[in-house]
């Protein structure tokens, strides 16, 4: 399966961006996906997954402001970005966990990851 993440981009602290991460070579529906993020100089963290049920679980961080969802008729997920931070500044990644068992929030737990887009939030 290969991911693509888009929608990135400059915003003003305060505004929005939606991500999206499309998947192809394999249909998604069934499998777990998360978003993860890597500001400079920071280690990669863990920011949202969604099951396959629709349920999703957020970072601390990121609780009331995104909002991840999928469609599957597109074999898309997304990333909504709500009142955007400084802080919130980094690469974003999606990726896909194939295996057996959910998706979780580490990063070893997924088997497939997108290449990224930079969201840049200044203040």
């Known amino acids: 399966v290969q991911l693509q993440a888009s929608g990135g981009g400059l915003v003003q602290a305060g505004g929005s961006l939606r991500l999206s991460c499309a998947a192809s070579g394999r249909t998604i529906s069934s499998y777990g996906m998360g978003w993860f993020r890597q500001a400079p100089g920071k280690e990669r963290e863990f920011v949202a997954v969604i099951w396959r049920s629709g349920g999703t679980y957020y970072a601390d961080s990121v609780k009331g402001r995104f909002t991840c969802s999928r469609d599957n008729a597109k074999n898309t997920v997304y990333l909504q970005m709500n009142s955007l931070k400084f802080e919130d500044t980094a690469v974003y990644y999606c990726?896909?966990?194939?295996?057996?068992?959910?998706?979780?929030?580490?990063?070893?737990?997924?088997?497939?990851w997108g290449q990224g887009t930079l969201v840049t939030v200044s203040s």
């Open positions: 990726a896909v966990r194939e295996r057996m068992g959910p998706a979780n929030t580490l990063g070893t737990s997924y088997d497939y």
